[in-house]
């Protein structure tokens, strides 16, 4: 099953002559333009998009085969999306959040400590929110080299040698 | 208007002590605070709080460009999660 992620959405029709408001969810908001193609949730459609201006909240854009206000207006709610193949290559110690989402967290002993529900930035450094098993509470681990020392995406697994305090 | 500059940075004492003691003990285990009102000073930078936000305590690595800021400005009370789209995080 080909994997696909939500990088923006259509939040409607914008003027008169067949352009939609789209509100990019990017890192680089702009960068939803260098995807081709976007697809729907289930890729069967696919979107070719070109960016005309800045607007409140988003860009106004161009999307092929969409000519009418109507035809837009139609379009109002879509998610776009694109495979996880389409994301450029990342350096060493760089990781996509949607690639460390869902990943399992073992101890440096091998015991599990859970699956990394969320990755969230404050400001500080990047936090790792992990669920813990048969809980519905979460910790926050810092996603450093001395708390995440190793992350294997083959086999969905990371090593973590957390700080006292943490669990 | 701003806090007079003749009074210093404010700090709890309790989170003063604690970070004395990490700094001390060599270790580099999560000091749990809940102090969101204290300033950063330069003396925490290399240590990592937990700040209390109501509910959980969030891991807070003190970086140099942090200094003179609020605890609790790094550890949000309200939720968010958004979309990861292509964020990516840094492992430093």
Known sequence: ?167 | MGRSVWKGPFVDAYVLKKAEVARESGRSDVIKIWSRRSTILPQFVGLTFGVYNGKKHVPVNVTEDMIGQKFGEYSPTRTYYGHGADKKAKRK
Do not use: W
Request: hydrophobic fraction near 40%; include cysteine.
């Open chain 1, 1 to 167: 099953m080909v994997e696909r992620i939500c990088v923006g959405s259509i939040a409607g029709s914008y003027g008169v002559q067949g352009e939609v408001r789209l509100k990019s969810f990017c890192a680089e908001p702009t960068a939803i333009a260098d995807y081709d193609p976007l697809t729907n949730e289930d890729g069967t459609r696919e979107f070719q998009i070109t960016l005309t201006r800045p607007v409140k909240n988003g860009f106004g854009a161009r999307i092929v085969d969409v000519k009418t206000k109507e035809d837009a207006d139609a379009l109002k709610g879509v998610q776009l999306f694109v495979t996880r193949e389409q994301f450029p290559e990342l350096p060493d110690d760089e990781f996509y959040y949607a690639d460390l989402e869902g990943l399992t967290v073992v101890d440096t002993g091998g015991a599990v400590l859970g699956t990394v529900k969320s990755v969230q930035n404050h400001g500080a450094a990047d936090l790792l929110e992990i669920q813990l098993p048969n809980s519905s509470e979460t910790a926050l681990l810092p996603f450093t080299k001395d708390a995440v020392p190793t992350v294997d995406l083959t086999a969905k697994r990371i090593v973590a040698d957390p700080p006292v305090g943490i669990f």
